[in-house]
């Protein structure tokens, strides 16, 4: 689905009130608990919402001085929060038959070849906004392309539906096809511009992008690590540890590095604004190293499943832990479906996912671990309104389940389990309806 931004919005009142069943978490749930009290649901009440930001919430129907948008007997949850996303990667969703090396090559290199183009950059990233939107995220840690362009054109298509992104040029200075190399100089340049241009400016962020440490040259990363100690604010994203055989590559590329993560941490990109995906194939030290920085690991269920990359070690996790859809390894942009499939990863391995922890992770705990919990990830006064309305049940099979459902946490598991962007009622950004 794609259109126009004034399509897609409408001329919402300054003052206007949201009815429905509201849940969001007011601490991380533990681990296996059902019956969490960091769960706040409050049936059949009211957020109040002024210019863009919740205001008010309460059980009471409002005055006459709101206008008032009924959503009874629907559940509503803050937008959720996509902590690893590649947006070229649409294209290639879906493709059949290799693990993550061999998947590079033969459909993602190709397919970011062409986000050189400034038009098909700003198509591209039309398209997988208004994805995203559809899906119920609200707001996303994406990777472009090595192109600056094509984060110029996620930065611009984002600030125009209002939503909170964080996103910044890819960097690959080797092992890469024609086309998709950059080099430090010019890569320093580009970067620096995109941050003067879209860092802190309304809801964009500029992340220090590298694609993966084979793809770096050590003097790239060493300017990717300047750039990150040079503003404390600026986020990092990269990938870690996913699939063994990109271990064993690393560690022949970067002998002297204890391990993979090593090769972030020694030059300054392992902090509190790091975000790194997967973190499958991690050692202790190397966790322990997460959590002492403070940084996170973007969980990615479908693709790890989808490319048979290994199953994630969540339960013992001590680093923050979000939840990313990993779209094209992901086959899904719908966190709901990866919620489920995390359930699925997890019983492999022997533990058992409630739907609150794989609910925070990807509300409440990643706007946290984003450092961005004042703004995003709950339904709090202060917060912006980025509300997702969800139908508790759609079809005969899952509104049988629905009905049946004992207690709050079988409920929503249920929904967690059968549920998809089908079930999308209404998905409201700073306060305007989008979809």
């Given at each position: ?12 009142p300054?003052?206007w009130a ?16 059902v ?5 706040r649901?409050?049936r ?5 919402i002024?210019?863009?930001?919740i205001?008010?919430r309460q059980a ?10 009924d ?9 959720f ?29 190709p ?6 183009d400034?038009t098909?950059?700003k198509?591209g990233?039309?398209?997988?906004l ?48 024609d086309?998709l190399r ?6 320093q340049?580009?970067?620096i511009?995109l ?33 990150c ?17 990109e271990v064993?590559w690393?560690a022949q ?25 997967h973190?499958?194939?991690l ?5 322990r190293?997460?959590?002492d920085?403070?940084a996170?690991?973007a ?11 290994g199953?994630?070690d ?7 832990v979000?939840?990313?859809s990993?779209?094209?390894g ?19 391995r ?12 990807a ?7 984003l450092?961005?919990?004042d703004e995003?990830?709950g339904?709090?006064?202060g ?6 309305v969800?139908d ?5 099979v ?16 249920a ?16 306060g305007?309806?989008?979809?």
């Amino acid at each position: 689905m794609s259109f126009t931004n004034q399509e897609k919005s409408f001329d919402a009142p300054r003052r206007w009130a949201l009815r429905g069943d509201l849940l969001d978490f007011t601490a991380a749930p533990a681990w296996g608990d059902v019956d969490a009290t960091a769960v706040r649901f409050d049936r059949d009440h009211w957020l109040l919402i002024e210019d863009g930001r919740i205001v008010g919430r309460q059980a009471a129907e409002p005055d006459d001085t709101w206008v008032r948008k009924d959503h009874a007997g629907k559940l509503v949850l803050p937008g959720f929060i996509d902590t690893h996303v590649h947006c070229p990667q649409l294209d290639v969703i879906a493709s059949y038959g290799t693990e993550l090396l061999d998947w590079l090559q033969r459909y993602t290199f190709p397919a970011e070849c062409a986000f050189a183009d400034p038009t098909r950059s700003k198509r591209g990233a039309e398209v997988f906004l208004d994805a995203l939107l559809t899906s119920g995220t609200t707001s996303a840690v994406v990777f472009p392309t090595v192109h600056k362009v094509s984060a110029e054109a996620l930065f611009e298509g984002a600030a125009a539906r209002a939503m909170r992104l964080v996103t910044g040029k890819v960097l690959m200075d080797r092992h890469a096809p024609d086309g998709l190399r950059d080099d430090v100089v010019q890569a320093q340049r580009d970067c620096i511009d995109l941050i003067d241009r879209f860092h802190g400016r309304g809801r964009n962020a500029f992340a220090v992008t590298v694609r993966f440490a084979p793809t770096s040259t050590p003097e790239q990363l060493a300017m990717a690590g300047a750039l990150c100690r040079g503003d404390a604010s600026l986020y990092m994203q990269t990938h870690v540890a996913e699939n063994r055989a990109e271990v064993e590559w690393v560690a022949q590329l970067f002998p002297d590095a204890r391990s993979y993560l090593d090769v972030y941490a020694r030059v300054g990109l392992v902090h509190e604004r790091a975000v790194l995906a997967h973190g499958i194939w991690l050692d202790d030290a190397d966790r322990r190293l997460l959590a002492d920085r403070g940084a996170q690991v973007a969980h990615c269920p479908s693709s790890n499943l989808f490319l048979g990359s290994g199953l994630f070690d969540w339960s013992g996790a001590p680093f923050n832990v979000s939840l990313a859809s990993d779209v094209g390894g992901g086959t899904s942009l719908s966190l709901i479906r990866n919620m489920g499939d995390a359930y699925k990863v997890q019983a492999m391995r022997g533990e058992r996912l409630t739907a609150w922890t794989a609910l925070h992770a990807a509300t409440r705990g990643a706007a946290e671990a984003l450092r961005l919990g004042d703004e995003i990830g709950g339904l709090s006064v202060g917060q912006a309104a980025d509300i997702c309305v969800w139908d508790w049940a759609k079809g005969p099979v899952a509104e049988a389940r629905d009905a049946v459902a004992r207690e709050l946490h079988e409920r929503v598991f249920a929904w967690m389990t059968l549920a998809d962007e089908r079930n999308l009622a209404a998905c409201y950004v700073a306060g305007q309806r989008r979809v």
